[in-house]
């Protein structure tokens, strides 16, 4: 399996950014697909995840009602769509394909993308 994240870049507080990250080397039915991120000096932390097929989504509550995780199965691609963005939001951001749950076990990830927002 490999995953290709990008996305993100230089933003401003309260804009929007979009992440794509593009799977594939596999079926991803039984898949769990999250966003992850880390920030300098911290450690990496769940931000969304989805089940590749049912479709069903979980957040940190850190995100929630600001981000949206979705996928398109045709293209094998999970986005995040992130909005209302804060300067805590900047980190580099990782997609992840994983079996076991929504925010742990995941067993492939993607390079990283710098989502930056300044104040």
């Known amino acids: 399996v490999q995953l290709q994240a990008c996305g993100g870049g230089l933003g401003q507080a309260g804009g929007s950014q979009r992440l794509s990250c593009a799977a594939s080397?596999?079926?991803?039915?039984?898949?769990?697909m999250g966003w992850f991120r880390q920030a300098p000096g911290k450690e990496r932390e769940f931000v969304a995840a989805?089940?590749?097929?049912?479709?069903?989504?979980y957040y940190a509550d850190s995100v929630k009602g600001r981000f949206t995780i979705s996928r398109d199965t045709a293209k094998n691609t999970v986005y995040l769509q992130m909005n209302s963005l804060k300067p805590e939001d900047t980190a580099v951001y990782y997609c992840?394909?994983?079996?076991?749950?929504?925010?742990?076990?995941?067993?492939?990830w993607g390079q990283g993308t710098q989502v930056t927002v300044s104040s």
């Open positions: 992840a394909a994983g079996t076991s749950s929504f925010t742990r076990g995941y067993g492939y």
């Open positions: 989805i089940s590749w097929s049912a479709g069903v989504k």
């Open positions: 080397g596999g079926t991803f039915s039984g898949y769990f």
